[in-house]
């Protein structure tokens, strides 16, 4: 039976001494790997020969080195989520990266905490993909989804004081994604060793069924293993404030009283007064450290778990309440790979991602299409960004030959379980996501199988609403399937919302994938017109925000949903971020190989997009753009539109000193009238957010905007000029004070500019990098959803006058010197400091 204690907190009582007793140990694996790409059954025993493989540090992305190729995975098939009736072949669907194939991971080390009497698990935070994992020669254990944590007993398979061999084969097949995957052991991995009496991996389960300002009931569920059916152990478990000061110390508790043996679970409550809430805006974290002592009060385990303290709610008709506060999701959709970086995870490349989504206002990410690393769901928690998590692309019923289906039958509720039990203490998640746009949503079984999954998450965390993305509205509010679950998402189609809203017994609607609009930073097409599915000799999209693919919409056409259907809870923008595969509409266009939905390009360099994201989802900061650039030779006297984002709500133009009119967001055009393809044509819902200038002409020089506050006075200028000719590289670094670990790092803007520091947007000359010191170059990228270059090589392009080099530092505290240098204008460089 489970045993509740509810235990009153008392005030501050000093810092904890010393619970950080050696009694688990955790023994990172990111050193010391052999790898290699071909296929060797006999890698697996100890005395295995692997001198000549490849040394690497782990997370490790195999095939982000490359080489590009259109034979990489080409795939001949027929898209029906895009509409495609017929199979057709699909160069870059996954990126053109060799991630098919074979890999082997070798790594011979000791384990110095292993000893007799000890309990010892290794835990793979993801690695992709279809992992069979060998100790010594024996093998330990098998685990095919590459996007899920997991973990072994290895007790029995180490060696106490002696050298032991893990050999890990992966295998990733071809048709088995419909992006880019990765390939490798991509995410953290490590061994873990505890006493036989013990909290299992994931042991801890905190929640807070009561809150608000005055008081929160916060439960700890706490999983024991010991031996003897639990006689003579005790648990503690010790609350922390955020700043680390003791909030509660509780006295031992007889694990003989509390548990069962069978049941293993022991269950408290906490009163605590006057709490800080978890929040977007103020993330507060505590802490649990639940200590368990043997019968002669020896300190057996200690396990720590960080916890917020929150509540949501999603009322019908009202939407959706976070600390009883009335949230709308400004979601984006991300995929999980890092750009140049790849799919292998990277604290610091996250940390960055999220500050600049944070930044555009945005306050939730969906974890499309699978699940996330523990690194950005760490992140979240303590940055404040909401997060949906997703954990399968497809169900029993195939979107890729070689996909999911073909291990959902036997692993889907494993997967659903570790995902849920790995981040269910994590306050950033407020919902679960079960599927994408599953083949399942069209048939009269799909409703068993959504309710199947629901009822897992249920099961194992019944404080959190329970989503998928569907994308044939009609059909699912007909056949039943869309009300199977807590919150019905729709994946486009927002013209949609009212007329199925009726249909829906929850009463709430959630764009779970909004938008996909396409465009290339800084490339723009003429004339400026709205269109579906647009491609051109250069393979880029325009940057003026009008187009969009044969199934979606342009921004506006979600603002407007959600500005004005109080039962629409938010939107999740497909995507924050461009990602390598899906090059839509460019399908059959080698090379292209990497999306153009990204507000933000694969660089990481915004694109004129996330300003009008930004200037209506982030009231609070002042945002005034203006697109496109200025340098158009050989466009004089041509019509040239201007749009300007803004928060403002009206601006005037001027061009070369002469003005071009003010404008004025018109928040009168309502939401039905501006369906129309008439409506469309002439951009009337646009009107109600941007201001646009749809006449004027380019002559050279400067344009200047001039934006106007509520009450018609001037509250902001910006002007752009005309670039001359190129002078001298400008570099920007996001962070210049580093940490000296081997793996922080910083993101260094490189531009182009004249002499009198005027962008040159047009610029796409080589940069050639170096870098000195107590650091090393890591990887570049420019945006270019066409371009072949490596990632690897320090050098590269410019595209449309930008990229970004990143530099990784050393274990060694110091300096860093970057130096970035191309033909015809002057080097710069840049100083960046390390320091432990």
Known sequence: MKRSCLLSLIGILGFLSS????????????????????????????????????????????????????????????????????????????????????????????????????????????????????????????????????????????????????????????????????????????????????????????????????????????????????????????????????????????????????????????????????????????????????????????????????????????????????????????????????????????????????????????????????????????????????????????????????LFDEWAEKDLVNLIHNFRNSPSVVMWCIGNEVPNQWDEGGCKVAKFLQDICHREDPTRPVTQGMDAPDAVVNNNFAAVMDVAGFNYRPFRYQTNYAKLPQRIVLGSETASTVSSRGVYKFPVERKAMAVYDDHQASSYDVEHCGWSNLPEDDFIQHEDLPYCIGEFVWTGFDYLGEPTPYYTNWPSHSSLFGIIDLAGIPKDRYYLYRSHWNPTEETLHILPHWNWEGREGEVTPVFVYSNYPSAELFINGKSQGKRTKDLSIPLDSSYTEAAQKSFERQKRYRLMWMDTKYEPGSVKVVAYDKDGKVAAEKEIRTAGKPYQIVLEADRSQLKADGRDLSFINVKIVDEEGNFCPNETREIQFKVKGAGSFRAVANGNPASLESFQAPKMKLFSGQLTAIVQTSEEAGTIIFEASAKGVKSATLRLESSK
């Open 19 to 406: 619970l950080s007793a050696q009694v688990r140990t955790e023994m990172w694996l990111e050193k010391g790997w052999k790898f290699t790409r071909e296929d060797h059954p006999e890698a697996v025993q100890a005395a295995f020969d692997d001198s000549k493989w490849q040394s690497v540090t782990v997370p490790h992305d195999w095939a982000i080195y490359g080489p590009f190729s259109i034979q990489n995975d080409k795939q001949n098939v027929a898209i029906s989520q895009d509409g495609q009736k017929e199979a057709m072949e699909h160069a870059g669907r996954t990126g053109g990266l060799p991630f098919v194939g074979v890999g082997w991971y070798r790594n011979t080390l000791e384990v110095p905490s292993f000893q007799a009497g000890k309990k010892a698990f290794i835990l793979f935070d993801g690695a992709m993909s279809h992992a069979e994992v060998y100790i010594n020669g024996k093998k330990v254990g098998f685990w095919p989804y590459g996007y899920n944590s997991f973990w072994f007993d290895i007790t029995s398979y180490l060696q106490a004081g002696g050298k032991n061999t893990i050999a890990v084969r992966l295998e990733n097949l071809p048709e088995s994604s419909r992006w880019y995957p990765g390939a490798g052991l991509y995410r953290n991995v490590r061994i873990i060793v505890t006493d036989k009496a013990h909290i299992p991996v994931w042991g801890t389960y905190i929640t807070t069924p009561q809150v608000n300002e005055q008081f929160a009931r916060v439960r700890v569920e706490t999983k024991v293993d010991v031996p003897n059916a639990g006689s003579d152990y005790e648990l503690r478990t010790t609350l922390l404030r955020p700043d680390g000061t003791e909030l509660v110390k509780e006295s031992a508790l007889s694990l003989q009283e509390a548990i069962s043996y069978h049941d293993s679970v022991v269950v408290q409550e906490f009163i605590v007064k006057n709490p800080q809430l978890w929040s977007v805006e103020t993330p507060t974290l505590y802490t649990a450290v639940s200590q368990l002592y043997g019968k002669n009060g020896e300190l057996k385990d200690e396990y720590t778990t960080k916890f917020g303290i929150r509540s949501i709610e999603i009322i019908p008709d009202k939407g959706f309440f976070l600390n009883g506060k009335k949230t709308v999701f400004k979601g984006v959709c991300n995929h999980h790979d890092l750009g140049p970086l790849g799919a292998a995870v990277n604290d610091a490349a996250i940390r960055r991602q999220i500050r600049i989504l944070k930044d555009m206002g945005c306050n939730a990410i969906r974890t499309s299409h699978n699940m996330p690393a523990p690194e950005l769901v760490r992140a979240c928690d303590e940055m404040g960004m909401m997060l949906m998590v997703e954990s399968f692309d497809e169900w029993n019923k195939a979107k890729c030959a070689n996909g999911y289906n073909l």
